[in-house]
C-alpha cells in the first residue's frame, strides 16, 4: 500500500502516469486526429534493452518453427500444446493492441453489445474509409503524381515476397472449421465459413487456387523460395520480415482449434476479408511494373462488400449469433466479446505497433517528469514496491543502472505500481483509487485530458490478475466441448494400415453391397463418422495446390451439399440458397425415421471412448476411421481407397426405401454419381505411380471387407 495523503499521493501519481502526449483527441471521442504512421512511430521511437531484443529474437525463432510444424502436424503433434499456448497468448496481447489503439481510432470495441446494424455502419465506414483513401490516391496518380508503393520495381518484388509466408497459405484460418466432429446445431456456420477455404483453393480447380497463382507469381519475378512447408523457407537468407512469419503464423494457430474457438475464428474472417488499400495500390502499380495483377486482382473482386467473401463473413457471424441467442449454448455477451477478439487478433497480429510500445510511452514519460519529481517528492514517506519515492526518482534514467533480471528500471516501477494498492488493482480500474481520482469530483479531476485518462484505465485493465484472459482459462462451448469424439485424442493408436504390396494397381470396383435386414447400431456410427476419411486432406493450403488434392476437394464439396460446379464463384449465393441435405443431415432424417433421439454430435453416436467399456465393432471401427484421417499425408491413398469403399456404402443408403424418403433418397445417388466422377479423376492423376495405386486399391479392398463383414 502507498502512504501517503490522499491529495499530495493523488497528485504525485497523476504526475508520473499522465503523458500519453502523442494523443489528441476530440471529447466526443468521434474524430481522432492521431495518424496511423504516428502510431507506427510508436515502436520505432522506443529504445529496447538487451533483454527485450534477445527475447524478440527467441520468440521470433518459435514462431518460425510453428509456421513450419503446423504444415506438418502428423510429424509434429507435441507441438500441440505449444500452439494453444501461443494462440490464447496472441489472442491476449492482441486484445490489448486493440483496446489501447481504440483510444485514437474507430474500433469494433465500441459495439459494447452485439448489434447486426451497428456492425454493418462500422464495418461500412471503415470500407469507406479505404475507397476514400483509395480515390485520393487515384486523383494523385491522374494528375501526375509517381508511384507510391512501389516506387520502383525492386520494391514491388520485395513486398511481394514479404507476403509469401501469408499467401502460400491462403485461407488457412477457415481450413479446419468444419469437420465431422462440428457439433451439428453449428455445421451450418461453419459451412458457410468454409465456403470461404473453398472458394480460395479455387473450388476445385487448380487454375483458381489462389496459392497456386501466388506460387506462379512468385516464379514470375525469381523470388527463388522454396515450398512454404519446406524447412528451408523461414531462412534469413530470404530476406522475409520476421512481421510477415509472425502474422502468417497467426493464421495457422487459430484454425487449429475449431470447436473450442469458433468465435474467434468468425471474427478473425470478418476482419481478414476486408477489402485493404495496399492490395487496391498494388493491383494498379504491379502493372505499370509490367508485373502481373491477377492475384490481387481476384482476390479484391471475391472479397467484394456486397456477394463476396466479406458480406459472406458478415452474415456468417450473425447467423452465428441467431444461433447462440436461440440456443443458450453460451453466454450471448461472451459470444460478441471472443467474436471481436478473433477480429482484432486479425488486425494486430502482424502490426508494426506492440503493447510494449504503448507501455512504453508510459514509462517514457516518467523519464521526463522525473527532475520535477526528484524535488517535490524527496520528503515523501511513500512506498513502491518496498522503495521510497526519492529512490525511484533519482534512479538513473539513461539505463545506466544495471537491469534486475533483464528488466529495465522503467519497467521495474511499472511493475511496483501495478500491485501499489489501493491505488491500483490489478484488471479493475473501477475499483482502482488512482482512477476515481481522475474522475468527476476526484480531487484530481481535469488534470489530464480525457483521452489520457483512458490510457491509463486501458493499462490498468490489460494487468493480469491470474484469474482471467485466455492465458489461464480454456474457451468454454458447453454443452458440445464434451463432446468425447470432438476431444478424442489427436493423435490416437491406431492399427497399422494393410500391406498394400499384395495388391495390383489397378481399382476394380466391386458388386453393389447387400444386407437383407439394416442394423442401425452398425450403419449410424459408420455414416456418421465416414466423411472424415478425406476431409483432413485439404487442410493445409500450401499442399492443396496440385490436381490430385484439387479432385479431393471437389468429393469434399459435394459431401457438405456445396452448389453443383459452377463456372462463377457461388458467394452470397450459397448462403441464400436452400441447401439439399449434405451427408451429416441424411444422417440425421434417418434417426428421425426410425425416431430415434436425434444426436447433437458426433459423440452422441459414438459414445465414450475411455476404455471402459468393450466397444461394438462399428464403433470400434469408426474411432479408427477418425484415427487413421488425422494422417492425412501418412495414409492419403490408403484414405482414397477406404473413402471409395465408403461410396459404395453410400450407393447402399440411397438403394433402400427403409432408411431415407424418396426425394432425399434421390439427391444421396445425385451425390454419389458426381463423386464417383471425382474418384475417377484422382485414379486418372494416379495413373503412373503404380505404388500409390497398390495403397488406394488397397484401402478400397481393406474397406469393402469390413463393411461387408459388418453388414452381413
Excluded at 17 to 22: E, H, I, N, R, S
Excluded at 62 to 78: G, R, S, T, V
Amino acid at each position: 500500500m502507498i502512504d501517503l495523503p490522499i491529495r499530495f499521493g493523488a497528485f504525485l501519481l497523476l504526475v508520473v502516469l499522465g503523458a500519453a502526449q502523442y494523443y489528441h483527441v476530440t471529447v466526443s471521442g468521434k474524430k481522432r486526429s492521431v495518424s496511423l504512421d504516428q502510431m507506427k512511430a510508436l515502436g520505432k521511437r522506443t529504445a529496447k534493452t538487451p533483454a527485450q531484443l534477445e527475447n524478440e529474437k527467441t520468440e521470433m525463432a518459435a514462431i518460425k518453427e510453428f509456421y513450419y510444424k503446423l504444415q506438418h502436424l502428423e510429424e509434429y503433434p507435441d507441438s500441440l500444446p505449444g500452439a494453444w499456448k501461443l494462440l490464447r497468448s496472441m489472442l491476449d496481447r492482441s486484445s490489448l493492441l486493440g483496446r489501447y489503439k481504440a483510444t485514437a481510432n474507430r474500433s469494433i470495441l465500441e459495439i459494447g453489445k452485439f448489434d447486426a446494424l451497428r456492425l454493418q455502419e462500422f464495418l461500412d465506414a471503415e470500407l469507406a474509409d479505404t475507397m476514400t483513401e483509395w480515390e485520393t490516391y487515384v486523383r494523385r496518380r491522374q494528375a501526375g503524381g509517381p508511384k507510391e508503393k512501389f516506387p520502383d520495381i525492386k520494391d514491388a518484388h520485395t513486398w511481394l515476397k514479404n507476403l509469401a509466408p501469408l499467401n502460400y497459405i491462403d485461407g488457412a484460418w477457415v481450413s479446419r472449421v468444419h469437420k465431422v466432429t462440428t457439433p451439428y446445431a453449428l455445421r451450418r456456420v461453419t459451412k458457410d465459413a468454409w465456403q470461404t477455404y473453398s472458394e480460395e483453393m479455387g473450388d476445385g480447380d487448380l487454375d483458381k487456387n489462389h496459392v497456386h497463382l501466388y506460387r506462379r507469381l512468385m516464379k514470375e519475378i525469381g523470388a527463388g523460395l522454396p515450398a512454404a512447408d519446406h524447412p528451408d523457407f523461414t531462412h534469413e537468407r530470404h530476406g522475409i520480415d520476421d512481421i510477415s512469419y509472425r502474422e502468417a503464423t497467426a493464421h495457422l494457430l487459430i484454425s487449429l482449434f475449431p470447436n473450442d474457438f469458433l468465435p474467434e475464428i468468425l471474427g478473425f474472417n470478418l476482419h481478414f476479408e476486408t477489402p485493404s488499400l495496399g492490395s487496391l495500390q498494388a493491383m494498379k502499380e504491379l502493372g505499370e511494373h509490367n508485373i502481373d495483377p491477377e492475384y490481387f486482382v481476384l482476390h479484391i473482386s471475391i472479397d467484394n462488400a456486397d456477394s463476396g467473401h466479406s458480406a459472406m463473413a458478415m452474415a456468417t457471424v450473425i447467423r452465428f449469433m441467431n444461433i447462440v441467442e436461440k440456443t443458450g449454448f453460451m453466454d450471448y455477451d461472451e459470444a460478441w466479446r471472443r467474436i471481436q477478439n478473433g477480429y482484432l487478433l486479425s488486425q494486430n497480429c502482424g502490426s508494426e505497433i506492440t503493447v510494449e510500445s504503448f507501455e512504453s510511452q508510459v514509462a517514457s514519460m516518467l523519464q521526463r517528469k522525473a527532475g520535477l519529481a526528484r524535488k517535490i517528492h524527496c520528503t515523501s514517506r511513500a512506498r513502491i514496491g518496498g522503495r521510497s519515492l526519492s529512490d525511484w526518482f533519482t534512479a538513473d534514467w539513461r539505463g545506466l543502472e544495471p537491469a534486475k533480471d533483464g528488466v529495465d528500471w522503467k519497467q521495474q516501477f511499472l511493475t511496483a505500481l501495478a500491485d501499489a494498492k489501493p491505488w491500483v488493482y490489478r484488471g479493475n480500474s473501477q475499483k482502482s483509487l488512482l482512477m476515481k481520482e481522475l474522475a468527476w469530483k476526484g480531487r484530481m479531476f481535469g488534470a489530464f485530458t480525457e483521452n489520457e485518462v483512458e490510457l491509463m484505465r486501458t493499462w490498468i485493465d490489460s494487468l493480469k490478475t491470474g484469474d482471467g484472459g485466455y492465458g489461464e482459462a480454456e474457451p468454454n462451448l458447453n454443452p458440445f466441448s464434451q463432446d468425447a469424439a470432438t476431444f478424442h485424442p489427436a493423435f490416437p493408436p491406431q492399427q497399422p494400415v494393410p500391406d498394400p504390396v499384395k495388391y495390383g494397381t489397378v481399382l476394380t470396383p466391386r458388386q453393389p453391397l447387400q444386407s437383407s435386414k439394416v442394423r442401425l447400431d452398425v450403419l449410424l456410427p459408420l455414416w456418421f463418422t465416414h466423411p472424415c476419411l478425406l476431409e483432413n486432406m485439404t487442410n493445409s493450403p500450401h499442399q492443396m495446390a496440385n490436381r490430385l488434392e484439387s479432385h479431393l476437394l471437389q468429393i469434399i464439396r459435394i459431401d457438405s451439399a456445396y452448389k453443383p460446379d459452377a463456372h462463377g464463384v457461388a458467394g452470397m449465393d450459397e448462403h441464400m440458397y436452400v441447401a439439399s441435405p449434405d451427408l451429416i443431415a441424411l444422417g440425421l432424417s434417418i434417426c428421425r425415421k426410425y425416431e430415434l433421439p436425434e444426436p447433437t454430435s458426433l459423440g452422441d453416436v459414438l459414445g465414450s471412448d475411455d476404455g471402459a467399456r468393450e466397444q461394438p465393432d462399428a464403433v470400434a471401427f469408426a474411432y479408427n476411421l477418425l484415427s487413421w484421417a488425422m494422417r492425412p499425408k501418412g495414409n492419403a491413398m490408403f484414405l482414397i481407397g477406404l473413402a471409395r469403399a465408403f461410396l459404395d456404402f453410400e450407393v447402399f443408403v440411397a438403394s433402400r426405401d427403409d432408411l431415407l424418403p424418396r426425394k432425399e433418397r434421390t439427391i444421396l445417388q445425385s451425390m454419389a454419381d458426381r463423386k464417383m466422377v471425382c474418384f475417377e479423376d484422382c485414379l486418372h492423376e494416379l495413373k503412373s505411380e503404380s505404388e500409390k495405386l497398390r495403397a488406394v486399391v488397397s484401402g478400397y479392398e481393406f474397406g469393402r471387407n469390413e463393411l461387408e463383414q459388418l453388414m452381413a
